[in-house]
């Protein structure tokens, strides 16, 4: 069954501290992972997409990283503004389906 | 160009009573999905829409819960005599052709609460 397991579920940082957040996946065949952002009362936001072990994508104060076992989200120098829950998700081959299977989340605080 | 839209964006309504919620996807995305959180809980997968026809409904808790969508456009998940444990946030997402591991969009969700 596929599964995703994020960690840690809740991470305060200073402002200008960077840190990294942890995606750790099993799934069969993996045809691609996901990463949102989701503020209080608000629907996801997409982040990014990552296909394949090594693939790395950046955004601004966020860089993503992908290998075959697990996806890192790289903080770097945060703001207040990036304090939200960060979600991520997996798509598998098995089934007709393109469901999206999530993790719960880490709630990040970036304290000024 | 416009998002996601969902309606309501919150219904509060007592159990047993029938509920209908709406979504309106990005125009020309032809793969429409809703999904459920729980508080605490990951989201949760409910159904999958390719066009009006839907490929995968495994994720549907109970035959109280149905969904339909129209014209290739709007989408309504309808639940029947609401229990307590339906309250949750139902989020909507669309996509362009899914084939294509286009990623998910979603919309601002509907927040249901059963009195």
């Known amino acids: 069954e596929d599964q995703v397991t994020q960690s840690p579920e809740a991470l305060r940082l200073q402002e200008g501290e960077s840190s990294s957040l942890n995606c750790s996946y099993t799934?069969?065949?993996?045809?691609?992972l996901f990463w949102y952002r989701q503020d209080p009362g608000k629907g996801p936001e997409f982040l990014f997409t990552?296909?394949?072990a090594g693939e790395e994508k950046e955004k601004e104060r966020l860089k993503a990283t992908l290998t075959k076992k697990e996806s890192f989200l790289h903080i770097t120098a945060p703001k207040p503004e990036d304090s939200a829950t960060y979600l991520c998700a997996v798509r598998g081959y098995g089934g007709a389906t393109n469901k999206l299977i999530f993790g719960t989340g880490t709630l990040l605080a970036v304290q000024p | 160009g416009a998002g996601v839209s969902q309606s309501p964006s919150n219904k509060v309504t007592e159990k047993g009573k029938d509920v209908e919620l709406r979504c309106d996807p990005i125009?020309?995305?032809?793969?429409l999905y809703w999904y459920r959180q729980s508080l605490g809980q990951g989201l949760e997968f409910l159904i999958y829409?390719?066009?009006?026809?839907?490929?995968?409904k495994s994720g549907l808790p109970s035959d109280r819960f149905s969904a339909e969508r129209t014209g290739g456009s709007v989408s309504t998940l309808t639940i029947q005599r609401t229990q307590q444990e339906d309250s949750a946030v139902y989020l909507c997402?669309?996509?362009?052709?899914?084939?294509?591991?286009?990623?998910?969009?979603f919309g601002p969700g509907t927040r249901l609460t059963v009195t």
């Open positions: 990552l296909y394949s």
């Open positions: 799934v069969s065949g993996l045809r691609g």
């Open positions: 829409f390719q066009g009006n026809s839907a490929p995968d």
């Open positions: 125009s020309g995305h032809t793969a």
């Open positions: 997402a669309s996509s362009r052709d899914p084939q294509l591991n286009y990623e998910q969009y």
